[in-house]
């Protein structure tokens, strides 16, 4: 039974059903505060207004000047997400072409929206991981691939403490024996695992997955659900998308659909 | 002026031409009886003397003279290796060592010219006007001045080696560049870097104008400068045109060849002096000779290519 | 090879000032040249396929002529002459950073342009700066980035043109590998140049090994 976790414009943001825990969070910033003045005790990690991603306008005839925008992929009034450890992920669901994964990408800062507001309640300066839908590895060892995330991330300890890093991940992918072997002979699952491991390691607090159950096989996206979960119970903000139920739909808190254009929320029915 | 330029596009032409030839025929040599092929020096033929003797020359005799203008060390060396029938050069040491060796044969002094020392109008060894080119050089070492040196085993090259032996000096100062290249980017680089150098007479001439430099010391016997030609030995390779090429060496010793040698003027100055009836085997005794009789000839030595 | 061996200091320092000049221009042609490539594989901005048509042509320019324009910059009357750079080795690397500018962008864009774009977003999403990221990239390319660095070293160290021209050719200052082989040839001194030639010829063959050693490598981690 997961409760509620997320909120549309609908529900009011002091709904008691999604309150902010903190624990393992990134605290809301004071700022948030201010934004929801309204209710101070309960801040959304995610806050967006009027959000909306038009496609480049093809070259045409001007004169049409609504024409001349370029189409609306997709449109979201208002939003506020306030996920809590128990809740499980957000499953973002949504046809083919129907605009998931810019939404991914403009939610991960990857890429500008067209127009609309959309901020991340938290004291990180770079709160969010965007896994691509065929993570991408390094041409390095697996090992390598996890030592980068580890010299990459925003707060890097000392060499002591990023070896500590690699290999407590190495462990929890449980690719281990693997550590020293090229990361591109890696299987489908071993790759999503350790693509998940490199971005769980500096412990994000916002991870978005781009049908990450595409191409990979039952077991593997079992293994994939294990983990994900391990992470939302650590307090990580999961939002994973796909086009149609698989065993990582069972997990989620919330299903939110993208359908003519603009984006729905409800909670999961899990 | 541009009547020369067409000549010397004629001649590049004909090199061209002969280099071609040359590649072709590699079945057996069968010398062409109207091609006559010639090594000699850069500074001979930018000077422009040879567009100035030769032509005549073809027009009368019905050959082809194909000149090809390398520094001496490269021209005995074609001659060696029977890439040529004659040479013309201006290095007595080398050349004797041509002609002992029995690359070539029946060397003859044709003329000689002169060489100049130049250097910057600041002259910072102090060195202008001097008549004892030993000295001046002496000068210039001891100032530890830059002087820009040929270097590469040119006849111009060998003769500044010549010349810092006789001033008892070993060119070894830090000034002194040994560029490797021909006397016309010698020349510019010497202008550029305002360093002193020496030169043929006939390059400077041709290119004064383009320079910041200034004639430093000249008239010196010293600073004559013989040349010969000589044949190749046709003992040592098929298909030579030797009797083309001594045919064209007595027509440059006779009596004809001297007068048009001495008719010569660039910017109407003369530049090479026929020497013929001076000088035998060695060309090098003439220059000995020439600085025993200094004392008595440089004045007029000196005034005469100024005429 | 007896030559070569008997040829001592002289030698070695003909040789030292080839190496010595090339290293240099490539040290300092390297950096912008990755900036510019990696900017035109970023960056889709208006006339960029205009600017790789013009890189790719100044590519094919002679070496005498960057040398003739070169000189005519730095010569005493020239805009630059004030520097007294002329006939001097730095002179010498300018004219090489330039030769190696035009082939090393070209090369490197062509590398980099082969690389996964989600390289450089993930990079960027696991923290990396743009700095580390833009090294992930060289890294994720360095094959061909090899190969790049190898073909511009190999153009610039058996060019003569420019050397010649603005360097002079001077011995034991800016006398290098090619300027002497034209010069030994000038001289009529055929096997001192091949001699010289064969210091090349060996130099090509080394790099050439290496990188094939290197592709060797590279194929075996695909492989795996």
């Known amino acids: 039974m997961f409760p509620p976790s997320s909120s549309s414009s609908s529900v009011p943001p002091g709904d008691p059903s999604c309150p902010v825990t903190g624990t393992g969070f990134a605290q809301a910033s004071p700022s948030a505060a201010q934004v929801l003045a309204a209710d101070a005790s309960v801040a959304p990690l995610l806050r967006v207004r009027g959000l909306e991603y038009r496609l480049p306008a093809a070259a045409q005839a001007s004169g049409e000047s609504a024409e001349a925008q370029g189409r609306l992929l997709w449109h979201v009034a208002a939003l506020d997400w306030a996920p809590t450890p128990a809740s499980g992920w957000v499953h973002l669901k949504g046809d083919n072409g129907s605009g998931k994964t810019t939404l991914l990408r403009v939610l991960a800062g990857m890429q500008p929206a067209t127009g609309g507001k959309l901020e991340w309640q938290t004291r990180d300066a770079h709160p969010v991981r965007y896994l691509h839908q065929q993570p991408y590895l390094f041409d390095t060892s697996v090992a390598g691939n996890l030592v980068l995330a580890a010299r990459w991330q925003p707060d890097s300890g000392s060499a002591g403490q990023q070896r500590d890093q690699v290999e407590e991940m190495l462990r929890w992918s449980g690719l281990s024996d693997q550590a020293r072997q090229p990361a591109r002979s890696l299987s489908g699952g071993e790759r999503a695992r350790l693509a998940l491991a490199r971005a769980w390691l500096s412990r994000p607090p916002v991870l978005l997955l781009d049908e990450p159950a595409a191409n990979l096989d039952q077991a593997a996206v079992e293994q994939l659900a294990l983990r994900l979960e391990q992470m939302c119970q650590q307090g990580c903000a999961v939002i994973l998308s796909s086009h149609q139920d698989n065993a990582l739909s069972q997990g989620s808190s919330a299903r939110w659909t993208l359908s003519a254009a603009s984006l729905h929320t409800e909670p999961s029915a899990g | ?307 | 090879m007896s030559l070569l061996l008997s040829m001592d200091g002289a030698l070695w320092e003909i040789i030292g000032v080839s190496f010595r000049v090339s290293l240099m221009a490539m040290l300092i042609a390297v950096p912008p040249a990755l900036l510019i490539a990696f900017v035109l594989v970023r960056c889709a901005f208006p006339g960029r396929w205009l600017l790789i048509s013009l890189i790719n042509t100044l590519m094919a320019v002679p070496t005498v002529v960057v040398g003739l324009l070169l000189f005519i910059l730095l010569s005493r009357a020239g805009p630059l002459g004030d520097w007294h750079l002329l006939f001097t080795q730095p002179a010498m690397v300018i004219g090489q950073i330039l030769l190696a500018l035009p082939i090393l962008v070209v090369m490197l864009h062509a590398a980099l342009a082969g690389v996964d774009k989600r390289a450089w977003e993930t990079a960027l999403q696991l923290g990396a700066s743009r700095r580390a990221a833009l090294w992930r990239l060289v890294m994720e390319a360095r094959f061909g980035v090899m190969a790049a660095l190898v073909a511009a070293f190999g153009r610039i160290i058996a060019e003569v043109g420019c050397a010649m021209m603005v360097g002079g050719n001077i011995a034991g200052f800016t006398r290098n590998i090619t300027t002497a082989i034209a010069l030994e040839t000038l001289k009529g001194e055929y096997a001192q140049g091949v001699a010289l030639g064969m210091v090349l010829l060996v130099l090509a063959l080394a790099l050439n090994l290496m990188l094939g050693l290197l592709r060797g490598r590279g194929q075996l981690v695909v492989q795996a």
């Open chain 2, 1 to 307: 002026m541009p009547q020369r330029h067409t000549l010397s596009s004629r001649r590049l032409l004909a090199t061209l031409a002969g280099l071609s030839f040359g590649a072709l025929s590699i079945l057996p040599a069968q010398a062409a009886d109207d091609i006559i092929r010639l090594a000699t020096t850069t500074s001979t033929y930018n000077s422009g003397l040879l567009d100035h003797l030769l032509p005549e020359y073809e027009q009368a005799h019905d050959v082809t003279i194909q000149v090809i203008a390398v520094g001496t060390g490269k021209a005995l060396r074609m001659g060696q290796d029977g890439d040529v029938d004659l040479v013309m050069t201006h290095a007595p040491g080398a050349e004797r060592k041509f002609v002992d060796a029995g690359y070539g044969v029946e060397p003859h002094g044709v003329m000689y010219n002169d060489f100049v020392l130049l250097g910057p109008e600041a002259d910072p060894a102090a060195i202008d006007g001097m008549q004892d080119v030993d000295a001046a050089l002496g000068k210039i070492a001891g100032a530890n001045a830059g002087f820009i040196s040929r270097g590469d085993d040119s006849g111009t090259h060998k003769k500044e080696l010549d010349l810092w032996q006789s001033a008892d000096v070993t060119p070894d100062f830090s000034g002194y560049k040994a560029v490797g290249q021909g006397m016309g980017k010698v020349l510019s680089m010497a202008s550029e870097l305002q360093d002193y150098t020496l030169s043929d007479r006939g390059t400077w001439l041709a290119m004064e104008d383009k320079l910041e430099l200034e004639i430093l010391v000249e008239g010196d016997a010293r600073l004559f400068n013989p040349y010969q030609v000589i044949l190749v030995n046709p003992a040592n390779h098929d298909g030579l045109n030797t009797r083309g090429a001594r045919e064209l060496a007595q027509w440059l010793i006779s009596s004809e060849g001297q007068q048009a040698i001495d008719d010569y003027r660039l910017k109407g100055k003369a530049l090479f002096h026929a020497s013929h009836g001076e000088t035998g085997f060695d060309a090098r005794q003439t220059a000995d000779r020439a600085s025993e009789r200094a004392p008595v000839k440089a004045q007029g030595a000196q005034a005469e290519p100024r005429s």
